[in-house]
């Protein structure tokens, strides 16, 4: 990495960083639950295989998950080193639209954060981009739902309340196929953990109606964050290639002039995405819907404490 860029990543991060700590640990509380999950997270996060990358899936509660969340699940040593920092994925509408000043996308690039594109499916070359990064080895952090949800449970259906009109018709299939193709794909089988949060609906919550955010500092900000085991997928691939060969895999420097000849996935790999988003569904909703339900007993019976300082 340039030695310009690598300094530019290390102020964005530093800066972001220790604002977001201080805000959320002044105006209310911020607790990780350090139990053997997130032990296990610290370590993947530290000591995983050369070129192998992390890929962590959560729960979407706001628009400021991220960073107001993910700036605060290492600890500061760590967090502060932007080689063990997660890189993350940001619609254009929102932050890399052509209203914002050149120096605002600067520093959200240079906090490691690259575009997608809402609604132009998983064979975009901005998610091979993304996908890039698993190669190399680095962390890459994504909300499947796609979208803000403040139901108890994962995404929702479009005749719930709050959804406005979003989600599924019926049935299963909550998440949404891209992660399934950054995993499937992957030169080395990339590292997944679920975590799950709740407590970022009261910093900006969504109409009850329609679903729209807005900001609105209502109910005292209390975040918790609650980390699950790490999920595998060898069983689902060696099915897929045992019926329909090798899957061919990315690499850290994608050929972006026919990055379209492989990267346009078949109807095969379709369906093996959705049994792997399907899987990650099936552990993330429990992880989801228990931390929802721990968020507002611990509020309930007044349980909130300061277990760390902003400092820690």
Not at 163 to 172: A, D, I, L, T, V
Not at 229 to 258: C, M, R, V
Request: with cysteine; net charge neutral; glycine share 10%.
């Amino acid at each position: 990495v340039p030695l310009l860029l690598s300094a530019a990543r290390a102020v964005s991060i530093g800066i972001t960083t220790v604002a977001i700590r201080v805000f959320m640990n002044t105006y209310g509380t911020f607790q990780v639950v350090d139990d053997t999950h997130y032990q296990n997270f610290l370590q993947i996060v530290l000591g995983r295989e050369r070129d192998q990358g992390l890929i962590t899936v959560s729960n979407h509660r706001s628009l400021f998950d991220d960073p107001g969340v993910v700036s605060g699940i290492l600890p500061w040593w760590i967090t502060l080193q932007p080689k063990y920092n997660r890189w993350g994925i940001c619609s254009q509408e929102y932050c890399f639209n052509d209203v914002l000043p050149g120096i605002i996308k600067g520093y959200i690039g240079a906090g490691q954060v690259l575009p997608i594109c809402r609604g132009a499916g998983i064979n975009q070359k901005l998610l091979l981009d993304f996908a890039a990064l698993v190669a190399q080895g680095d962390w890459c952090h994504v909300f499947p739902e796609g979208g803000v949800w403040q139901l108890p449970g994962l995404g929702g259906l479009k005749s719930q309340p709050g959804s406005g009109g979003r989600g599924r018709s019926s049935g299963p299939g909550k998440l949404r196929w891209g992660v399934g193709k950054l995993i499937a794909h992957s030169p080395m089988r990339p590292r997944v953990v679920p975590f799950a949060h709740a407590g970022m609906e009261s910093l900006i919550p969504q109409d009850p109606i329609s679903g729209k955010s807005r900001f609105g500092h209502e109910d005292p900000l209390r975040v918790l964050v609650r980390f699950g085991q790490e999920l595998h997928f060898d069983d689902l691939i060696e099915e897929h290639e045992a019926k329909h060969g090798k899957l061919w895999t990315y690499n850290a420097l994608p050929n972006n002039s026919n990055f379209h000849r492989k990267w346009n996935s078949s109807a095969a790999e379709y369906q093996l995405y959705s049994k792997i988003a399907d899987r990650i569904e099936q552990h993330l909703e429990v992880l989801s819907t228990n931390v929802v339900e721990e968020h507002s007993q611990k509020t309930m019976d007044n349980g909130w404490q300061h277990p760390i300082k902003w400092w820690a």
